[in-house]
């Protein structure tokens, strides 16, 4: 049987939170926090798939709480509580990232069926990326191919060390490839959604060398 969701739910309102628990503990591992400090102190502790947070808080309201969870994981959908009169700002919190908004007073079967959405939603998401990344280590090697055992041993050495954070110095002379090596690390790191930056260093330094 798979592990039950975690939702994390965030309101100044004790109330609130607990009638939510007492709703949702059967389906979900539920979570509460009364402020949105607390909540990030969950968040960085353990594992979160669905955050469910009012608004008007005091200290940090719903939209900071939103741009700061967005800022280290900017998949994890959120799902925002509103009252009538912020419903333009609930709004806004959309434009930010939040999945969906739900008006106050709550309407339980209502919110149920966003969380469900929210999380099928989220798991679509994350598979595209599963897929993306083997997709990439796939194609990764694609632009060198040999029947060499030396070199289907280094590509295999490219493939162990490109996850890793060890800084690789490629030497041989020039037309021997390094760049192409170079971009084939990247691909197959957990980095190839970065930018990608090439700089001839040798060229660079020639340069300096002849300024008067």
Do not use: W
Request: proline share 4%; glycine share 4%; hydrophobic share 35%.
């Amino acid at each position: 049987m798979s592990a039950k969701p975690t939702i994390l739910i965030v309101d100044d309102e004790v109330r609130i939170t607990n009638i939510l628990k007492i709703n949702f503990r059967d389906k979900y591992n539920v979570r509460t926090a009364n402020s949105g400090r607390k909540a990030l102190e969950i968040l960085e502790s353990e594992p979160v798939n669905l955050v469910i947070t009012d608004i008007r808080m005091p200290q940090m309201d719903g939209n900071t709480l939103i741009q700061k969870i967005k800022r280290t994981n900017p998949t994890l959908p959120i799902i925002v509580l509103t009252a009538y009169g912020s419903i333009e700002n609930a709004i806004e919190t959309i434009k930010q990232g939040a999945y969906d908004y739900i008006q106050k007073p709550i309407n339980i079967e209502h919110l149920s069926r966003v969380i469900e959405k929210a999380l099928e939603y989220n798991n679509v998401l994350q598979e595209n990326r599963t897929l993306k990344q083997k997709l990439q280590k796939y194609e990764g090697t694609s632009e060198i191919i040999t029947i060499n055992t030396k070199m289907k041993k280094l590509l295999e050495a490219l493939k162990q060390v490109a996850p890793t954070k060890v800084t690789v110095l490629l030497e041989g002379e020039s037309g021997t490839g390094k760049e192409v090596f170079a971009r084939t690390i990247y691909r197959l790191s957990d980095r190839a959604d970065k930018p990608f930056v090439s700089i001839n260093c040798g060229a660079t330094y020639r340069k300096r060398a002849v300024r008067p």
